[in-house]
Structure formats: structure tokens, C-alpha cells
């Protein structure tokens, strides 16, 4: 009678073992790590641009294709993650607002609300490198010259 009891016993402490692994969420220190690699992955797309561009002597229109391509794989990417308990409803809050960016032809205060919507959001969930990428952009895009001011310089 020992044989089969204490294999039912092994056999059960393993399905727990199995089933309590597999089903555990990662820790908010892992989903942070994941969320900032992806980040860290979009920055340096959007920075070698430029080279991008000029190595692959791309038009706008396939530039611009490239550019919604990595960012459908990022957003992606960022669905893909599985947070813990406790950053769920935060990270709804930030695929919701991946899934809804600034039209193309919107105004850059539009698009800088909504880096700065993303910036918060990145913020509640602790992905420091993200928060600091979006803080970059929101640098980068105020450093723009207006359109109303280029129109009007001389040249």
C-alpha cells in the first residue's frame, strides 16, 4: 500500500510545483526590466533614423512605413507583457494610450499631451528608462522650430 500512496504523493507535489510556476505573475521589478528594454529598443530605432534613411536611401513614405511598423511592434510588445497585480490597472492605462496616439497631421501641443499622457503612465508603473525616453521627446519636440516661425525667416 506504501508504493502507490507515497507515488500519488510525488505525483501530486509535482503537478503543484508545475502548476504554481506556471502560473505565477512576474514580479514588478521583472515587468519594469521588460518595459524598459522594449522602450530602450524604440529609442534607439528613432535615433538611428537618420541613418536609416540615409543608408537605405529611403522615401518618406517608406520611412514613415518603417516608423509604424516599430511602433505596432513595440505596442505590441508592451500587450504582450504580463504585469503583476498591482501595476494591472496601470498598464491598461498605458496600452490604451499606445493604442491611441495623435493623428499624423496633428499639432505638435496635441502630440506633446500625449507623450506627456505616456510620460505619466510610465511613470505610475516605474519604468524609469521609459519615463526618461518620453521626457527626451517632449525635450526634442519643443526644441523644434514653430512652422510659423521658419515660414516667416528669412532665407
Excluded: W
Excluded at 526590466?33 to 535615433?47: G, P, V
Excluded at 521627446?137 to 525667416?153: C, E, F, H, Q, V
Aim: proline share 6%; charged share 15%; glycine share 8%.
Amino acid at each position: 500500500m506504501r508504493p502507490p500512496l507515497s507515488r500519488l504523493l510525488i505525483g501530486a507535489a509535482v503537478a503543484f510545483l508545475v502548476a504554481s510556476c506556471g502560473s505565477a505573475a512576474p514580479s514588478a521589478a521583472d515587468y519594469r526590466k521588460r518595459l524598459d528594454t522594449l522602450c530602450a529598443s524604440l529609442s534607439k530605432f528613432n535615433r538611428d533614423l537618420p541613418q536609416l534613411q540615409l543608408g537605405q536611401h529611403l522615401t518618406i513614405t517608406e520611412l514613415a512605413a518603417r516608423v509604424r511598423q516599430e511602433g505596432n511592434t513595440f505596442r505590441s510588445g508592451v500587450a504582450g507583457l504580463t504585469p503583476p497585480a498591482q501595476l494591472s490597472s496601470a498598464h491598461r492605462a498605458l496600452t490604451g494610450n499606445l493604442g491611441h496616439p495623435p493623428a499624423d497631421s496633428a499639432s505638435r501641443a496635441t502630440v506633446i499631451s500625449h507623450v506627456r499622457l505616456l510620460l505619466n503612465d510610465y511613470t505610475a508603473l516605474g519604468a524609469t528608462g521609459c519615463a526618461a525616453s518620453e521626457r527626451q521627446a517632449i525635450a526634442a519636440l519643443n526644441a523644434l522650430p514653430s512652422a510659423r516661425a521658419s515660414a516667416s525667416a528669412p532665407g
